[in-house]
């Protein structure tokens, strides 16, 4: 049989997992950790724009992160803000779009105002796009396409994706989630029908553009049968 030919990814999903962890092994504040932890994914985004990936979607705070401490959840969104703010000169020169999925509705209006302002300054760009999931559930969004599918026909899976929140990015090709647990928690649970998995033990803030490498390297091998031989 002959050898499959190596694949490249075009989209990778991240599940961002560990920073509390990652601080309490070092008797730190958990904040410390999310801070770390957003010095993670500049990293990652750098590299996999350097490694021409067409898409990078970042699981940033789900719909359930809501039930976290008050102070907890201020912090996480604090540190995106910054994070979005800090980083957007460099998005605009780089060519990378950024792009928000999920229920932003949910937010109040001066950080909705710093993403929908983030988004339409990099609208243009044509590198890679870095879709950041905020108040993003999976099951929120299968409900939200259904429900315009069947406003305008018939529902069938072709009419749903057409209105998922990453209508427009490539299929995902590779989910990797870090911090050694083994589960999707809601998170792109329809694109990931066919995606390859990765589970990896490393806690997020000492995940690096190297660690985003030897996945892609070890997707390159896999054998994509999509339910065939």
Same mark, same amino acid.
């Given at each position: 049989?002959? +050898? @499959?030919?190596?694949?490249? /990814?075009? $989209?990778?999903?991240?599940?961002?997992?560990?920073?509390?962890r990652w601080a309490k092994k070092r008797h730190l504040p958990r904040a410390l950790g999310h801070q770390r932890g957003v010095e993670s994914v500049r990293r990652v985004v750098r590299g996999a724009r350097e490694m021409g990936l067409e898409a990078l979607t970042l699981y940033a705070f789900s719909t359930e992160n809501w039930r976290r401490p008050e102070e907890e959840v201020s912090d996480?969104? @604090?540190?995106? +803000?910054r994070f979005i703010l800090s980083d957007l000169d460099e998005f605009a020169a780089a060519g990378v779009r950024l792009k928000i999925?999920?229920?932003? +509705?949910?937010?109040?209006?001066?950080?909705?105002?710093?993403?929908?302002?983030?988004?339409?300054r990099t609208a243009g760009n044509t590198g890679t796009t870095l879709a950041v999931a905020l108040n993003y559930g999976s099951q929120d969004e299968i409900a939200r396409a259904a429900t315009k599918a069947a406003a305008k026909g018939p529902i069938t899976p072709e009419s749903i994706a057409a209105e998922l929140d990453t209508a427009d990015l490539p299929p995902l090709d590779l989910l990797i989630r870090t911090s050694g647990e083994v589960r999707l928690s809601?998170?792109?649970?329809?694109?990931?029908?066919?995606? =390859?998995?990765?589970?990896? =033990?490393?806690?997020?803030?000492?995940?690096? /553009?190297? $660690?985003?490498?030897q996945a892609l390297e070890d997707f390159s091998t896999r054998d994509r049968r999509y339910g065939g031989r």
């Open positions: 049989m002959a +050898k @499959s030919e190596p694949v490249s /990814a075009r $989209h990778v999903a991240i599940i961002m997992d560990g920073n509390g996480l969104m @604090s540190l995106m +803000k999925i999920g229920d932003y +509705k949910a937010f109040n209006a001066r950080r909705r105002g710093t993403g929908q302002g983030a988004v339409a809601n998170f792109l649970l329809w694109q990931a029908a066919y995606a =390859e998995m990765m589970f990896t =033990e490393v806690l997020w803030p000492d995940f690096t /553009a190297e $660690h985003l490498r």
